[in-house]
């Protein structure tokens, strides 16, 4: 059973700090690798996709790809309170055909 | 606009009945897929189709099916078969897995059984 991993939180951040999210893969030859946003009562939002090692950064956002150590991170930075929500990893692994694996999700608190 | 529409918002199901969810997508997207998430859970993927008129199971599929017989359209029937349905519904689409392999979702149907 391939896998994806999140620590579920809650996360809490003071506002104007940096909120770093983590999640672990267990498929090396993954290629794929997405944030969605997700606030209470909605539907995922795509904020970040990535595939190559390194950093990707949009706006205040940066997410991290190591693909040896099977991990990818999302940096928040300058957090709002608007950024308060539930943050999911998902992957696509190989051979999985076109089909994402989600995570359980971090929820994020970003406190005035 | 181009996006993903589910129909209805919120549905109430009584037991044994079966109840169908829409999702329609003018993405022109190859691929739709099906998930469910529980309260505090992620999301389990229940069918997905990578074409039109062929689909294959998730990891969730009991109790639950699917056709695909339009590019734009992916309905999911909740059936009397599936015991514990009350959960919120979500469909997605994708275009080619190669090029643009992110997934967009609808807005979500919660379904209520009563």
């Known amino acids: 059973q391939k896998e994806v991993e999140q620590n579920s939180g809650p996360l809490s951040v003071p506002e104007g700090a940096i909120a770093s999210l983590n999640c672990t893969y267990s498929?090396?030859?993954?290629?794929?690798f997405f944030w969605y946003r997700q606030y209470s009562g909605k539907s995922p939002e795509l904020i970040m996709s990535i595939y190559s090692n390194g950093d990707k950064e949009d706006g205040r956002f940066t997410a991290q790809l190591n693909k040896a150590s099977q991990y990818v991170s999302l940096l928040i930075r300058d957090s709002q309170p608007s950024d308060s929500a539930t943050y999911l990893c998902?992957?696509?692994?190989?051979?999985?055909?076109?089909?994402?694996?989600f995570g359980t999700g971090t929820q994020l608190k970003v406190e005035l | 606009d181009g996006g993903i529409t589910q129909s209805p918002k919120y549905l109430f199901r009584k037991e044994g009945q079966n109840v169908t969810l829409s999702c329609e997508q003018n993405l022109n997207h190859d691929a739709m897929y099906w998930y469910r998430q529980d309260p505090g859970q992620g999301l389990r993927l229940i069918y997905y189709s990578q074409i039109v008129n062929d689909f294959q199971k998730g990891d969730i599929a009991e109790g639950y099916s699917v056709s695909r017989e339009k590019k734009e359209s992916f309905p999911l029937t909740v059936t009397s078969a599936q015991k514990n349905p009350t959960a919120f519904y979500l469909c997605?689409?994708?275009?080619?897995?190669?090029?643009?392999?992110?997934?967009?979702f609808g807005q979500g149907t919660r379904l209520t059984v009563v």
């Open positions: 997605a689409s994708s275009d080619s897995p190669r090029d643009r392999p992110e997934a967009f």
């Open positions: 998902a992957v696509r692994f190989s051979g999985g055909g076109n089909k994402l694996t």
């Open positions: 498929d090396r030859g993954s290629q794929s």
